[in-house]
Each structure stands twice: as structure tokens, then as C-alpha cells.
């Protein structure tokens, strides 16, 4: 009996693990809370499967263009996590802050796709997806700026295209852009000097 | 007839006590009146009692979700947006280290 009850609750605990083993494209994201009390503006937003569903609920009943533009984004994704941190003066977070979500982001199936580093302005942006075959199963970007850091996962299957247009909906300013889309194929580093 | 009608109405007014099971009586038929009470009312009053507060129970359930589900719906919002200006920032890059005259 007490062995039964010692094997129900390792179940139990194990519970997130599987969870996490479940959705390989899911990254843990560390701790923030320090620099969330640093920083001048925080933004921390988990959406699990069931929150999106009710979120795309809400969208679906909304009936115009924008709304079936998200849906359309989000068809596939199981789960959005998103930690973005802005601060007041340069140099409140330390590269130790992210170096965890990179040392995920070295396991097999993630590929860096696109990085850009702009060294007089030190601004970089990287982005990975994780691909298995033609499908990709998670996305992960890390915006970094003296003042500012943000890391997005995206879990399950995104059109990056896709996303990309919805810049300037939901009442965010375009920015010029010249591109047709992003690379399909490989990485591509941008450094800018 | 006049001393008739007087014994008449002496012995009509006549001093007469209630009796030895008076009280008990008044006392049955006050237990019966509650006990229609309880019987009628009581179980009227709890179901209204239940259905009022099944509803109110039902209607904070409704808010809270509305709540939840709108600010679901703000996240998402927001973080597809920062999502989207992350990858024009990239796209953006590319397209310029792929032909700076642009």
C-alpha cells in the first residue's frame, strides 16, 4: 500500500517532465523574476493549449479580417511563452540571463535560421525553429538590446511568413520593410558594423 | 319577567373557568400551524434559496471565463505581436545586407 503511494505520487511529480518531453519544441524558460523588478516595463505571457483555445475562441467570434489572419497564425501552435524586458538604462540583464535558453536551444532537431547583429548599436536577434522533416515543431527568438530583452517560444507548427504579416495589426506600426520573406533554407548571419 | 330575563342573562354571564386542558389545546393548535408552515414553506423557500445561489454561482462562473478568455485573447495578441516585429526586424536586416541600396 505505502509502496503504491510512493509510486503514485513520483507519478505525479513527473507529470511536468512528461509534459515537457511531450512538446519538444517547448523551451523552460528560467526564472525572470529578478529582472522583471529591474526592468521598466515586463512582459510575461504563458498561453498553454487550453488558454489559446479559449483566446481563439474569443478571436474566431470576432469575425473580421484581422481575427482570420490570427487564426490562421495559429492553427498548429499549442503554446505561446513569452518574456520581454524593458529597462530604463543599459546593462540591467547579463548574457548569464539567456545563456540557459541558448544551451537549450543546442539539443538536437534546433536550427538557427536567421541571426542578425547589429555591433554599434548592439542589438541582435536570433531565431531557431525546430524541425523535424518538413514539419517544423517550435520556434524560439531571442531579441537582445543594451536596454531591452526578449525571448519568445512558440510550441508546435508556425508559417513564419504568416506571422510576419501580422505586423501592423492589433494597432503596431510597419516598419519599411523590403523582403519578400524570411530564408527557407539554411542560416543566414547578419552583422552590421 | 323581568326577574326571568335577569337569571337568564345572569346565568349566561356567569363566571366560568376554561378548563383544566386549555392550555394544551391552545398549545396543539399552535404546533399545528407551524407544522403546515414547515411543511409548505420551508421547502419552497430552500429550492428558491438553491436556484438563486446555483445562478449567481453560475454568473461569477460566466464573468470569470469572459475575463479569462478576453485577457487569453490580449496575450495572444500581444505576443504575436512581438513575435511579428522581431521576425520584420530580421527580415528587415536581410534585406538590406542583401542589397543596401534599397
Redesign the interface.
Given at each position: 500500500m505505502r509502496l503504491r503511494s510512493i509510486t503514485l505520487a513520483c507519478a505525479l511529480l513527473a507529470l511536468p517532465a512528461l509534459a515537457f518531453a511531450a512538446d519538444p519544441g517547448r523551451l523552460q524558460l528560467p526564472d525572470f523574476t529578478a529582472l522583471s523588478k529591474k526592468a521598466s516595463q515586463s512582459v510575461d505571457i504563458s498561453l498553454d493549449p487550453s488558454l489559446l483555445r479559449l483566446a481563439s475562441g474569443v478571436i474566431s467570434s470576432d469575425n473580421d479580417a484581422d481575427s482570420a489572419a490570427v487564426n490562421g497564425v495559429i492553427q498548429g501552435i499549442r503554446g505561446i511563452y513569452v518574456r520581454s524586458y524593458t529597462f530604463d538604462k543599459p546593462g540591467e540583464y547579463s548574457t548569464e540571463d539567456v545563456k540557459s535558453v541558448e544551451a537549450q536551444l543546442l539539443a538536437p532537431g534546433w536550427q538557427p535560421i536567421v541571426s542578425t547583429h547589429d555591433l554599434k548599436k548592439g542589438n541582435k536577434v536570433d531565431i531557431y525553429v525546430l524541425r523535424n522533416g518538413n514539419r517544423t515543431d517550435g520556434l524560439a527568438i531571442i531579441a537582445a538590446d543594451p536596454r531591452e530583452l526578449t525571448i519568445v517560444n512558440i510550441v508546435g507548427s508556425i508559417d513564419l511568413a504568416k506571422l510576419a504579416r501580422l505586423q501592423g495589426q492589433f494597432g503596431v506600426p510597419k516598419i519599411g520593410l523590403t523582403a519578400n520573406g524570411t530564408p527557407q533554407n539554411g542560416s543566414v548571419t547578419v552583422q552590421t558594423h | 319577567m323581568s326577574d326571568e330575563f335577569e337569571k337568564a342573562l345572569q346565568s349566561a354571564l356567569r363566571r366560568q373557568g376554561p378548563g383544566e386542558d386549555f392550555s394544551a389545546r391552545v398549545v396543539a393548535r399552535l404546533d399545528g400551524t407551524r407544522g403546515v408552515f414547515r411543511s409548505r414553506w420551508l421547502p419552497a423557500a430552500l429550492a428558491a434559496c438553491i436556484i438563486a445561489a446555483v445562478g449567481l454561482v453560475q454568473m461569477r462562473q460566466h464573468a470569470l471565463d469572459t475575463a479569462?478568455?478576453?485577457q487569453?485573447?490580449a496575450?495572444?495578441?500581444?505576443?504575436?505581436?512581438?513575435?511579428?516585429?522581431?521576425?520584420?526586424?530580421?527580415?528587415?536586416?536581410?534585406?538590406?545586407?542583401?542589397?543596401p541600396n534599397?
Open positions: - | 479569462r478568455a478576453n487569453a485573447r496575450q495572444l495578441l500581444q505576443a504575436l505581436s512581438i513575435a511579428s516585429d522581431n521576425i520584420n526586424i530580421v527580415r528587415a536586416a536581410v534585406a538590406h545586407a542583401e542589397n534599397s
